[in-house]
């Protein structure tokens, strides 16, 4: 979510941050650990919620940073372990 309303960041628990907001939803659940070590390592994002049962992962960022870590994290996915791609939407 490229540039959402404050609103939003309270209804998700997210008090204190700003910017874009990147959501995954990932099967199996695990792979949200790895999914948040790949995305702070490739941009200057910030892991807000991390969830290995449910595979889920908020991060937030500037747009690049959250477009950039997305793309990377697909990527190691996807490439390396095989999980099937998809399309990343920004709204």
Known sequence: IANPVDA???K???IEQKGA???FTITPGEAAIIAS???TKAANVKIC???????SLLITGDV???EAAMKDVID???KLMGFTPT???KT
Do not use: E, S
């Open 8 to 10: 939003l960041y309270t």
């Open 12 to 14: 998700l628990g997210l």
């Open 21 to 23: 907001i990147g959501i």
């Open 37 to 39: 070590d790949v995305a």
């Open 49 to 55: 919620f991390v969830d290995r049962f449910n595979g």
């Open 64 to 66: 690049a940073a959250v």
């Open 76 to 78: 190691v996915l996807c």
């Open 87 to 89: 399309v990343i939407t």
